[in-house]
């Protein structure tokens, strides 16, 4: 595949990465990291030829992809600090020595043999 | 007979109790689609039980519960805020892009680069009298999109003050609406669920349009704030009022005074506004407008690039001489009157023709085409007197319209973003929202640990992309 080809190709999987981000459950997420590696192995597969042949053009949708895995990063740490505060405010019991919130998780219930 | 009595009056309230729950089932699917609509939760408590003392025990309905989370609910609307701030500057920002053709074949830059081009096909032939009449239509179109751009930013101007208005009625509406909800919920015991649907989609749409700051009260109603002012509190709205009409600050006659938000005592909370489609309008109307077309205190780079081409261009003319030993007349005329006039008043001197145009430098040593070669080289001059704050001509009119692309880019992505995060923050919402306080813990370990590892394939992407680009060779 040419490096533009594969660059067209990384764009279009990022801005599916986007839209599988923004659902916010456990299966999108798992589809969305299946999608993000098929860009790295894209990405992986210009890095590997040789740059001396690489068209200035292409620098443009390098930065867009940048662009869109940094977009990408934005949304990630949205929603993860969206769960630290709900899980603070839900589950919060306090804070530690160091001043980090205390949450109360979910244990393991007892087993009770028959 | 009083134990039969009890336990009659248990089922009669166990039967008010389901009665109750399936009347709130009804209205959660009644209102599945209304916006803002939170789900509620019928509770049961459990009566005391203690057959010695005629207690029963069994089931009572307890006060209705909503699910509705102000957190989440808050989430979401810092979001919108800054969608609309986002999609407000993109929508301006574009429309002031077309202006400033980054390529250079249309616009200013365009008509700047053809004069530069006539000038040094004039200076190839400086007697040749189709030379001449080039430069001198180069000048006018020149000196023509100069005042068409002054002109567009002055319609825009115009055209974000209509919807700096439009805004400010939107949100004193929508004010008066959320007052009128408050009202309701403070009425109602327990609070009437559809006021309090109505209440988010009314704070939700408010959001959109400005950075306001929500605190909801023990009764259920919510006090809004814009700023340091407030907006509504109980049954009471405040109107916000546009100016546009102040003296501007500084010393610039005729220049347009930035737009001023006023809070019902006539406060200035212009600055307090900075997120929302307000927020966005009140960026570009003051800050990105004005540096282009000048304010009270600073002239704008239009007019500060009409401006030098004209006095550098005419400097040159007027201190050269034509082929007759005339002294040269100068290419360009402005009004003076203020520095913010100088591009939609630029245009080319009615004095000179064809045979005044001077080409030639008095020297000593004389030489004959030397004005007209010092014009073709103006643009990239470095001659500190050409320069504008140390860059050229050409650079200076470049990085103009690259920063206005710049930031409408920028606007554009954020607009993307944005928008992806209003529903990821929604999409947490409706993940977490009425579902045990167990399975949403297991949630949120099972969603941040997914979150981890998108972010760390995301930092590879990151760290592959930037590599990528230092592999392109350098010209």
Partial sequence: ?114 | MGTLFGALNSSLQAIDAFQKALQVSQNNVSNASTPGYADQIATFEATPFDPNGGLTGGVRSGPTQSTDNYYADQAVRNQLSAQGNATAQNTALSSIQSLFDTTGQTGVLGALNQLFQTFSAWSSAPSNGSTQQAVLSQATALAQQFRSAASFLGQTTTQLNQQITSSVSQINNLASQIATDNSAIAQSHPPDPNAQASLEANLESLSKLADVTVSHQADGTATVQLGQGLLVIGSQSYSLSANFSNAPAGGNPNAIADAQIQDANGQDITGQITQGSLGGLLTVRNTVLPSLQGDGQQQGALNILAQQVADRVNAILTSATTSSGAAGVALFTYSAASPVDVAATLALNPAITTSTLAASNPGPPVVANGAALQLANLGNSTAAADTINGQTILQYAGATATGVGQQAATAQSNQTLYTQLVGQAQAVQTQLSGVSLDAEAVKVLELQKSYAAVGKMVSVIDSLSTTLVNMIPTA
């Fill in chain 1, 1 to 114: 595949m040419s490096p533009q080809a594969s660059c067209v190709a990384a764009e279009s999987r990022l801005a599916d990465a986007q839209l599988l981000l923004s659902q916010a459950n456990a299966e999108s997420l798992e589809k969305c990291s299946e999608t993000l590696r098929e860009v790295v192995d894209l990405l992986d597969g210009i890095a590997a030829q040789d740059a001396r042949d690489f068209s200035p053009s292409l620098l443009a949708s390098f930065l867009r992809i940048q662009a869109s895995a940094r977009n990408l990063k934005t949304q990630i740490d949205h929603g993860s600090m969206l769960l630290r505060g709900w899980a603070h405010l839900h589950h919060g019991t306090g804070y530690t020595a160091d001043g980090l919130p205390q949450l109360n998780t979910p244990q393991a219930a007892p087993i009770c043999e028959a």
